[in-house]
Nanobody, 115 residues
Framework: QVQLVESGGGLVQSGGSLRLSCAASGFTFSIYDMGWSRQAPGKEREPVALMPSLGHPWYDDSVKGRFTISRDEAKNTVYLGVNNLKPEDTAVYYC?????????WGQGTQVTVSS
């Protein structure tokens, strides 16, 4: 059974930081590209960071220099460090695992940034 369980969200003031975690199980973590997306109220889900199984990370322009994605193969976990948070970063953050045409999603963790 595939599971992606996010944690680490919360309420933080503008300029603050959080570290989001996504614990994966039920599939071969090492061969999947792991990513983070977010969905703000009334908006579509958008990708913000991707850590491929091989290669370099990708970031959306809106988070470059503020967000850092990493993965721990020994723990089957992907992280998203989020720094210098802005009110427009408020969203539900979702973890994803992709390989070929298959994508799994977690249930999401809420990040709220107050001004």
């Amino acid at each position: 059974q595939v599971q992606l369980v996010e944690s680490g969200g919360g309420l933080v003031q503008s300029g603050g930081s959080l570290r989001l975690s996504c614990a994966a199980s039920g599939f071969t973590f090492s061969i999947y590209d792991m990513g983070w997306s977010r969905q703000a109220p009334g908006k579509e889900r958008e990708p913000v960071a991707l850590m491929p199984s091989l290669g370099h990370p990708w970031y959306d322009d809106s988070v470059k220099g503020r967000f850092t994605i990493s993965r721990d193969e020994a723990k089957n976990t992907v992280y998203l460090g989020v720094n210098n948070l802005k009110p427009e970063d408020t969203a539900v953050y979702y973890c994803s695992a992709s390989s070929g045409s298959v994508t799994y999603w977690g249930q999401g963790t809420q990040v709220t940034v107050s001004s």
